[in-house]
């Protein structure tokens, strides 16, 4: 490693000498080598002159060399990480290398012989295009060599993460994951370009009165030179307005093609805001349901809201900003090389230090556009969950302490918020002083040239209107760099969501009819977020069809989790579960799920009408089918009672319905759809008597009377006793399974102990 940059090293300094010394050996008015310029002007024999000698270069060439052989010698004494601590100084003087290079041009250019001396043009090519490789050189070969050279020698300090990820689990495992799909900043740049230029219709007709606007604007300051030196110069009425006539018909038509620019950008902004929203909407529903046991709803909202209206806004406002202010800028400097290549240089003399300026701020708005995004999603998660939970709120008098909550909360993206503003002066004022700065030294230098009489009065005035202009397209690029950067923080969570494929992908094509038997076999299941706890340990479970299974155990002994198995919301990480004998991972997912339909012990309605809610998921469905669902499920009588029947709204999660409507909708709704195998996780305390004895009529008759496979996780004895077969689920395992005479036959067993608690309960 360390041979490997020595040797690189020393082609560097080679090279560098080779092309300092060449260029110095023709330092002089003929094409002839001489070794004696070099000895001249090494040693400065003819005196030192700012505009004749190329001292400064030759310096700069030896503060290179110095740089590396520094490098070389901490290379040599195994003190690699030194040369990353020299990282800033560096830039910073291939910064001022570039700079000075071009002032040192302008110098020499005062001595019209001298541009003819063909070492002067070598040198000073050379001189510019070795700072940024030297720069490159340093950032790319010894740093970054000496950060892999660090982690060869020293392993154990990227040790502790790995053992980190094995004892925290999945927590630490998903911070790696992130960390390591992290994207650099360019390469997300590109994502977020690439993304929106799926509108590129838009995009392409916005570009095109874009440049024919800039196009137009570009003669402005060309028109407003003429018409300031048509009345300074006294030329009269009739070319003042030609000239003003000119500019008239400008101005009229860059108004009309800036506006059509406008409107074509503002419609490729909702089109982007539409598509990001469409694409992170769809890729979070295909997500597995672990994903959403570690990623908090409010997070998500918004990510959907809040982020995306970010992306969208800022990107084609910025493409907008850029793409004009880019276009603008280079017609400003081609006009500007035409009127005068040394006052167009003074230009360049700021534009290192501008791009280096950017950097560092679009690093830092990038940073904070991130963390911003996080604290406002923080804020939206606690705001939704506790405006969801508001009757638990009301009930512990704890409205005072959320809005407390919700203000620190605040007061964290306000934070962020004071360090944006902050970074924002200073961006501000670099970009305010640089363009000024280089204005006063476009006017004294210009000013200069017009005495020496190199430049006429007219393109001097010219050249100080397109100067401001350039001003202007460069301040707007640092504000489009900063803005597409906050994009960029904001876009990362966003992409992250929309390229991530779901764990548990649901592409099975299986679509054969169901009988209804279920395997379960030998399967051990960990749930993700929690990976240091087995839940399920090699339980298997064969239900015929037809037949109706209830489990039963104390809390926490796996029921739930063996629903949601062979609901296939996770997948067991030993064994298999078939039905009918084809891995349920292999079924159509959409065709699985009108076969085995799911009640949960809380059903979810959905802000829609009963008849909405009865038919969810379910294509094609007519008026009859959802009332004989709900008859079947006896629904039917309590929906007529009401005042707009089947029309009827049920409010948000269903709120305007009782425990036991709701559990009868949410069995129509599973029936609706013909099922073969129905799933019940009972309800409990939930309900009085009367729609405890109307749920359960409606179980039985779906077992009894419509021969469906039926799996229900029971807690009342009336439905356990019902049952074909009874499991007894405890510690993730099967541990007593029989009908209930059987179990109870069995007096130290678990079940006898739980029928007689229960008993004891009154339950
Ligand atoms: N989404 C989840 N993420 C992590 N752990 C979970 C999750 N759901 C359940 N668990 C854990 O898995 C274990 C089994 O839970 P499960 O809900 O299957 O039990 P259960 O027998 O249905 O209990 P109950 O009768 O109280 O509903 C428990 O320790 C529980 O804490």
Not at 23 to 28: A, D, E, N, Q
Not at 402 to 420: P, V
Not at 427 to 451: I, K, P, Q
Request: include cysteine; charge should be negative.
């Amino acid at each position: 490693m360390g041979f490997k940059r020595l040797y690189q090293l020393g082609i560097f300094i080679v090279l560098d000498t080779l092309f300092t010394f060449l260029s110095l050996g023709f330092f002089g008015p003929s094409l002839k080598f001489d070794v004696h310029i070099i000895y001249q002007k090494l040693f400065l024999v003819d005196g030192y002159s700012f505009t004749k000698s190329p001292f400064e270069l030759i310096s700069l060439f030896f503060i290179r060399m110095i740089l590396l052989i520094i490098s070389a010698i901490l290379i040599i004494n195994k003190k690699d990480p030194i040369i990353k601590t020299l990282n800033v100084p560096c830039l910073g003087f291939s910064i001022v290398s570039v700079s000075y290079t071009i002032i040192k041009l302008l110098a020499f250019s005062e001595n019209e012989a001298l541009l003819y001396y063909p070492g002067l043009w070598f040198l000073v090519s050379w001189s510019w295009l070795v700072s940024p490789l030297f720069c490159a050189f340093w950032f790319f070969g010894l740093s970054k060599s000496a950060d892999n050279y660090t982690r060869l020698f020293n392993p154990d300090e990227e040790q502790p993460q790995d053992n980190q990820t094995e004892v925290e689990g999945n927590e630490t495992e998903t911070e790696e994951s992130k960390k390591k799909a992290k994207r650099p900043t360019w390469k997300h740049v590109k994502r977020l370009f690439t993304f929106s230029f799926i509108q590129w219709r838009w995009f392409l007709t916005g570009l095109f009165f874009l440049l024919a606007y800039s196009g137009v604007r570009i003669f402005i300051p060309y028109y407003t030179g003429v018409i300031i030196a048509n009345v300074v110069n006294n030329k009269g009425h009739y070319e003042l307005f030609k000239s003003v006539g000119i500019m008239a018909g400008l101005t009229l038509a860059s108004t009309i093609l800036g506006g059509c620019r406008g409107g074509s950008f503002d419609y490729a902004t909702s089109l982007v805001g539409r598509r990001v929203r469409k694409d992170l909407f769809a890729s979070l529903v295909k997500q597995e349901i672990g994903f959403f046991d570690v990623t908090k709803t409010g997070d998500l909202v918004s990510r959907l809201t809040a982020d995306c209206s970010s992306i969208s806004d800022s990107i084609a406002l910025n493409i907008n900003v850029f793409s004009r202010n880019a276009v603008m800028l280079m017609g400003a400097l081609f006009f500007m090389f035409s009127i005068s290549w040394r006052l167009a240089l003074v230009t360049f003399i700021a534009i290192p230090v501008i791009s280096y300026f950017s950097k560092v701020f679009g690093a830092l708005f990038d940073k904070l556009g991130e963390t911003m995004q996080t604290t406002i999603a923080n804020a939206n998660q606690t705001a939704e969950e506790v405006l969801s939970t508001m009757r638990t709120v009301r009930s512990f008098a704890c409205e005072n302490e959320e809005a407390a909550r919700f203000d620190s909360m605040l007061n964290e993206t306000l934070n962020i918020g004071k360090k944006k503003a902050i970074a924002n002066v200073g961006n501000t004022c670099m970009a305010e002083f640089s363009t000024s700065a280089v204005l006063v030294a476009v006017l004294g230098y210009g000013g200069h040239l017009v005495l020496t009489q190199i430049l006429s009065s007219e393109s001097f005035i010219s050249f100080i209107f397109y100067q401001i202009q350039l001003g202007e397209n460069l301040m707007y690029i640092s504000w489009v760099i900063s803005g597409i950067m906050t994009s960029v923080g904001a876009s990362r969570k966003v992409f992250e969501y929309i390229d991530r494929s779901p764990k548990i992908p649901n592409d099975g094509e299986c679509n054969t009819n169901v009988k209804g038997d279920i395997k379960i076999d030998n399967i051990s299941f960990v749930y993700p977020s929690r990976p240091n706890t087995t839940v399920l340990k090699g339980l298997s479970l064969d239900i015929k069809s037809g037949e109706t299974i209830a489990l039963v155990g104390p809390s926490g002994g796996g029921k739930s989790s063996i629903v949601q198995l062979v609901e296939h919301f996770y997948e067991p990480d030993e064994g298999e579960i078939t039905v009918d004998g084809v891995d349920i991972r292999d079924y159509d997912h959409k065709h699985y799920h009108q076969k085995v339909a799911l009640v949960a012990q809380e059903p979810v309605l959905y802000d829609g009408t009963v008849s909405d809610n009865i038919a969810y998921g379910f294509d094609g469905a007519t008026k009859e089918m959802i009332e004989e669902a709900a008859k079947a499920s006896n629904a039917h009588n309590f929906v007529m009672e009401m005042e707009k029947r089947y029309d009827t709204k049920c409010g948000e999660r269903g709120v305007q319905m009782s425990g036991g409507q709701k559990q009868r909708i949410a069995i129509a709704r599973a029936l609706i759809r013909k099922p073969s195998i129905l799933i019940l996780d009972e309800a409990t305390s939930a309900l009085d008597n009367e729609s405890e004895s109307l749920v359960q009529e409606a179980i039985n008759k779906c077992s009894v009377g419509l021969g469906l496979t039926v799996l229900i996780i029971a807690h009342r004895l009336s439905t356990i006793e019902k049952a074909d077969r009874i499991a007894v689920i405890d510690k993730g395992e099967v541990v007593q399974i029989g009908s209930h005479p059987e179990l109870m036959e069995d007096t130290n067993g678990l079940y006898n102990s739980l029928v007689n608690r229960q008993i004891m309960d009154g339950v």
